[in-house]
């Protein structure tokens, strides 16, 4: 089993940042892929950023790639998602995913566990 607990959403302007982190605990998630996926209100949840387990490899989807970055801190069993020049259309939950595998596949039906998630909402 593996707990996720995203923190550090909130509400920011229309042009500004926030880091999101995904703690995670009940096992070393250092050789595992992790994702974020978002579900804005009314919308299915939504693929935004995953990478590899050494961090070697990142994936975006198109409408974050140059804004977010994601990464991890294995000795801190963390991984991060910095948001820039954020948009209103980027309001949404935020969900931290692992899945227990080494290739990175998008959809959200691979990830084994999941988070809470945490609000971020970007006023206009």
């Known amino acids: 089993q593996v707990q996720l607990v995203e923190s550090g959403g909130g509400l920011v302007q229309s042009g500004g940042s926030l880091r999101l982190s995904c703690a995670a605990s009940?096992?070393?998630?250092?050789?595992?892929?992790m994702a974020w996926f978002r579900q804005a209100p009314g919308k299915e949840r939504e693929f935004v950023a995953a990478i590899t387990g050494r961090g070697d490899n990142s994936y975006y989807s198109t409408g974050v790639k140059v804004r977010f970055t994601i990464s991890r801190d294995n000795a801190k069993n963390t991984v991060y998602l910095q948001m820039n020049s954020l948009k209103p259309e980027d309001t949404a939950v935020y969900f931290c995913a692992t899945r227990l595998a080494q290739n990175v596949l998008l959809g959200q039906s691979y990830y084994d566990f999941w988070g809470q998630g945490t609000q971020v909402t970007v006023s206009s």
């Open positions: 009940g096992r070393s998630i250092d050789r595992y892929v």
